[in-house]
């Protein structure tokens, strides 16, 4: 089986955007297709990760619409949604479009509109992915982190303090990402007292309301060359769901999707957790950077909060974590989320990070959808 | 590139249901693995073509919550959506899945639950796939099949009665499945003198507004044997665009992505349209059948509405089509119809098909979403 190659990456401004999701998803594939020179007529298959451009914008077939934005008629195209994680959805499509050999040019544009709409509004839309029975008691994926929060803490002896140190790392890393929605350092006081939404968590453990879109481009690594000098080897991709009844899992505090779903990755790339160099978490929440931490083999069961806490994430520690901001700092358009993800891992991979540069020839990115309901786990190597 | 095949196909019945897309989802998902002898554990893979569970029933991530529900997870899932061609782009997301190596037994649900809303709401939600520029003016589906048909008959010389004999052929056939919305005949006076929708077209010309789901179970070819001795192989599969805007087309008789999708699964099977036995075509409107018959080069332009009225599309003709009764008299639940068309070819290639069983080898399905914005083709070859 050939070996698929990421040759170019793209995004928006995250933010408050004018626009709507149609013009969002063109200016990232437009922007990507520009940065590697290659005619929308090249392109074979076109997918768009986007969760709720109907429900939030009454807009459907955005990926017809797409390929007609973008000149890209008669490449085929379809949407993916995976709710939270479309974006990472999306990358396993298009990785599968070129590993069967459908496609030898693929273009995945994810994104999503959403500050039109009021947070209740955004939160309620989202909140319809989960159970009937847990939607209808009124429980929301913000109340599912505040539960997880306070059980975690209390499992593991963990201070409510080493929470809002993730928030404070990921806001600093994000002052230097020009995409990032929020490009302010926040200090830990901020954090700790900032309004409750779902104690313990406060408003900055939370990731905002954001529009944006993020593309990316792939092709078989025997032609990678034709475009670029420049590009990475999804070496490792895995999915894996959890139950959809978030209290049917034995242990809440454990993603059973996010072990799931790196174990096929780490299998495929022939490596274990301890060769990555940097990863991209999906810090939604606060309390999923450390869940994932464990979850994905880095730390011990109840040892992530650690991590943040003794400066192991940070952008200059063993194994920086989120060093775009995360969801947290750099916002969360539902669909472009897992793409954006793998736009920063593909760009610190590939040497091309700017400020925030890590040293790092391997990094992951972990993609949560719902309340770790679909998870997807991409590696990226370093090509040359 | 090991083959794909088919090994297990399953269907609801089609029509007015109780219950919501999650149960008719699990109905067809379960059906299929009952009769495939296989266990929910077993799925690697499971996806779900829908178009809009959010839109019409307030319900997101309808893919995890079937995992759920077969008890596959922790499966990898996602939602596909092509709009009125979810259903054929699920079997091309499957499809890859398996010539991709990503999964060894891939399930594809497809559903929607459409009747408790109004004809108006549905037609609504489906019209918002237009281009805005179309919507916005009021045009629907029904306005584009009802300008199409004017400019057909006029073009090529043909007689109103000719769509006519399109709904009376699919209603008779639709008589012998079990799973069809309708299972009655129609005289070709009952469809002339139906009310008018969108003159020229009548009540009679246009598919139901229809509940239901329909599955297949897709492995590689070497594995097929270890299920069932009554498999098919994918032998062509392709998906193709056509401009959002559809008063862009030079031609609006033509549909290109019926076009370029059926040359590429001609291609792919290294067959031609000569060679395919039966077919089932996206009939939402009399008039696509004509366009479907002409564009995968089964006849000359402007010959398609000969067909039909010679008797050479019927079930004892030398091109039966739709021997399920098409979407005009099976129903067409959206995510639904592109699998219960590879449903019925299967059953066919198979020689499954029972009441309805014709002489084939070889059959075609073509998926339509939109009004042709985006086209799958499927071949399925019977495999001994």
């Given at each position: ?5 990421v ?7 995250f933010?408050q955007r004018?626009?709507?999701i149609?013009?969002l998803?063109?200016?990232?594939g437009?922007?990507?297709l520009?940065t590697a020179?290659v ?6 298959h ?5 969760m709720?451009?109907g429900?939030?914008?009454g807009?459907?077939?955005v990926?017809?619409?797409l390929a007609?934005?973008?000149g ?8 993916i949604?995976?709710t939270?994680s ?5 990358v396993y499509?298009a990785w599968?479009s ?23 509004e955004?939160?309620d839309?989202i ?6 029975v847990?939607?209808?008691?009124g ?9 997880t ?12 303090e080493?929470l ?8 600093r890393n994000g ?10 350092e926040?200090?830990?006081?901020t954090?700790?007292e900032?309004?409750?939404v ?13 529009d944006g879109?993020?593309a990316?481009?792939f092709?078989?690594e ?5 475009y670029?000098?420049t590009y990475?080897i ?11 009844v978030?209290h049917?899992?034995?242990d ?11 174990n ?6 022939e ?8 990863a991209?978490?999906?810090d939604?929440f606060?309390?999923?950077e450390?869940l994932?931490?464990e979850?994905?083999g880095?730390f011990?069961?109840?040892a992530?909060?650690?991590?943040a806490?003794e400066?192991i994430?940070?952008?200059d520690g063993?194994?920086?974590i989120?060093?775009?901001g995360?969801?947290?700092s750099?916002?969360?358009?539902l669909?472009?989320?897992g793409?954006?993800?793998v736009?920063e891992i593909y760009q ?6 700017g400020?925030?540069q890590?040293e790092?020839k391997?990094?992951?990115a972990?993609n949560?959808g719902?309340?770790g309901?679909?998870v997807t ?6 090509a040359?």
């Amino acid at each position: 089986m050939e070996r698929v190659a990421v040759i170019d990456a793209a995004m928006t401004q995250f933010g408050q955007r004018d626009g709507w999701i149609r013009e969002l998803l063109a200016e990232a594939g437009q922007a990507c297709l520009d940065t590697a020179g290659v005619s929308p007529d090249a392109i074979e298959h076109l997918y768009v990760s986007n969760m709720a451009s109907g429900e939030l914008e009454g807009q459907t077939g955005v990926s017809n619409a797409l390929a007609h934005d973008l000149g890209a008629v008669p490449a085929y195209t379809a949407r993916i949604d995976q709710t939270s994680s479309s974006g990472g959805a999306g990358v396993y499509a298009a990785w599968q479009s070129i590993a069967s050999g459908a496609s030898e040019l693929t273009l995945l544009v994810g994104g999503e509109k959403m500050t039109h709409r009021t947070t209740a509004e955004a939160t309620d839309v989202i909140a319809s992915l989960t159970h009937p029975v847990e939607y209808k008691h009124g429980i929301t994926l913000p109340s599912f982190a505040g539960l997880t929060a306070r059980l975690y803490l209390e499992t593991y002896d963990a201070p409510r303090e080493a929470l809002g140190k993730v928030a404070v790392k990921n806001h600093r890393n994000g002052v230097d990402n020009p995409h990032a929605q929020f490009r302010k350092e926040v200090s830990l006081e901020t954090v700790l007292e900032s309004p409750i939404v779902a104690d313990p968590l406060r408003l900055y453990d939370f990731c905002p309301i954001t529009d944006g879109s993020a593309a990316l481009l792939f092709c078989p690594e025997s032609l990678a060359e034709r475009y670029t000098d420049t590009y990475a080897i999804v070496s490792g991709i895995g999915g894996a769901t959890d139950t959809h009844v978030v209290h049917e899992r034995g242990d809440p505090t454990t993603m059973g999707g996010v072990v799931d779903s790196s174990n096929d990755a780490y299998e495929m790339a022939e490596i274990t957790s301890d060769d990555i160099d940097v990863a991209e978490l999906h810090d939604m929440f606060t309390i999923l950077e450390f869940l994932q931490l464990e979850d994905l083999g880095f730390f011990e069961k109840g040892a992530g909060w650690k991590a943040a806490d003794e400066g192991i994430t940070a952008r200059d520690g063993a194994l920086p974590i989120n060093t775009s901001g995360g969801l947290k700092s750099k916002g969360h358009p539902l669909g472009a989320s897992g793409i954006a993800q793998v736009y920063e891992i593909y760009q610190q991979v590939t040497n091309n990070a700017g400020p925030r540069q890590v040293e790092a020839k391997t990094g992951l990115a972990c993609n949560v959808g719902g309340f770790g309901n679909c998870v997807t786990t991409t590696i990226l190597e370093n090509a040359q």
